[in-house]
T-cell receptor, first 111, second 115 residues
């Protein structure tokens, strides 16, 4: 089965850099997703990693190490609007694309 | 540009009442899912469907039933609501073209309170 761990809460300062970690255990690896979810809203897609290394998309980057079962989401030049929950998720095997989510990390960006 | 639409958005039920949540998608997706989200628990899969006329159980299926009579609709039913089913429910859909980035789209959520 799948098991995903990520910190419950983090606090960072506007303009700074923050790294949100995710460790996972899967019976078969088929990529790792990061979603952003603002309070009261639906999750929105941020990134998908299937190969080792860092993928950069503007202020957000995502890193994957398959051998370590580890990923992180890096947010640069933090803005107040980045205050949200960040969800790490992995596919549950098979061909149905269904995702198993971690509990999410609630990031609070302070002035 | 509707995407995934859920109705109703908010509902208060009394214990023992029944109700149905409707999810509709206009992207011709094969796969559809129902998740619930509770504080500290993350998103948990209730049921899912891999095509019209099919359904399957997820992580937390007890107390729920689903139907996929039409490809674009996925219904989640609560036959006898319990306070433990107070939650936010998210519907999602995806194509059958294999897992890759951004293939899973979420509805805006339905807030259900059982008193």
């Amino acid at each position: 089965g799948q098991n995903i761990d990520q910190p419950t809460e983090m606090t960072a300062t506007e303009g700074a850099i923050v790294q949100i970690n995710c460790t996972y255990q899967t019976s078969g690896f088929n990529g790792l997703f990061w979603y952003q979810q603002h309070a009261g809203e639906a999750p929105t897609f941020l990134s998908y990693n299937v190969l080792d290394g860092l993928e950069e998309k503007g202020r957000f980057s995502s890193f994957l190490s398959r051998s370590k079962g580890y990923s992180y989401l890096l947010l640069k030049e933090l803005q107040m609007k980045d205050s949200a929950s960040y969800l790490c998720a992995v596919p549950d095997g098979g061909a149905t694309n269904k995702l198993i989510f971690g509990t999410g990390t609630l990031l609070a960006v302070q002035p | 540009n509707a995407g995934v639409t859920q109705t109703p958005k908010f509902r208060v039920l009394k214990t023992g009442q029944s109700m149905t949540l409707l999810c509709a998608q206009d992207m011709n997706h094969e796969y559809m899912y129902w998740y619930r989200q509770d504080p500290g628990m993350g998103l948990r899969l209730i049921h899912y469907s891999v095509g019209e006329g099919t359904t399957a159980k997820g992580e937390v299926p007890d107390g729920y039933n689903v139907s996929r009579l039409k490809k674009q609709n996925f219904l989640l039913g609560l036959e006898s609501a319990a306070p433990s089913q107070t939650s936010v429910y998210f519907c999602a859909s995806s194509s059958a073209e294999g897992i890759s980035g951004n293939t899973i789209y979420f509805g805006e959520g339905s807030w259900l309170t059982v008193v």
